[in-house]
């Protein structure tokens, strides 16, 4: 069977209006746990900044400063990766307002 070039294949759904990450906000996604940051830890290591995949940790000169809760997804990677012996950040439950009203 011959396969269809890229040119002869049947176009399927195309989004004209699909933002981008600035736009659309990423926080809208977590469900549970945020990061909290505990300064005092902090060595400035920026690796919380590095792998954080929605450029969601704030920071200010050489400086980290906390989160930006609007992109934060609650993924947990820069609790994950940080460094010091006493982590500093931690990852804490939130309420969740479910569609329904609840929460969770
Ligand atoms: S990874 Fe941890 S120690 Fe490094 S900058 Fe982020 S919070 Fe600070
Ligand atoms: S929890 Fe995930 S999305 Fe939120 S700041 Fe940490 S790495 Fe970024």
Redesign the pocket.
């Known amino acids: 069977m011959k396969k269809e070039t890229w040119k002869e294949l049947t176009i399927g759904t195309i989004n004209p209006n699909a933002g981008n990450s600035v736009q659309n906000h990423t926080g809208t996604w977590r469900s549970g746990t945020k990061?909290e940051f505990i300064e005092e830890h902090c060595i400035h290591c920026f690796f919380?900044w590095l792998?954080?995949?929605?450029f969601?940790?704030v920071i200010d000169g050489d400086k980290v400063k906390g989160?930006n809760y609007d992109y934060?997804?609650?993924?947990?990677?820069?609790a994950e990766e940080c460094p010091t012996k006493e982590k500093s950040i931690i990852m804490v439950k939130e309420n969740v307002q479910l569609a329904g009203g609840g929460e969770e």
């Open positions: 990061p919380c792998y954080c995949p929605h969601a940790v989160f934060c997804t609650g993924c947990g990677l820069c």
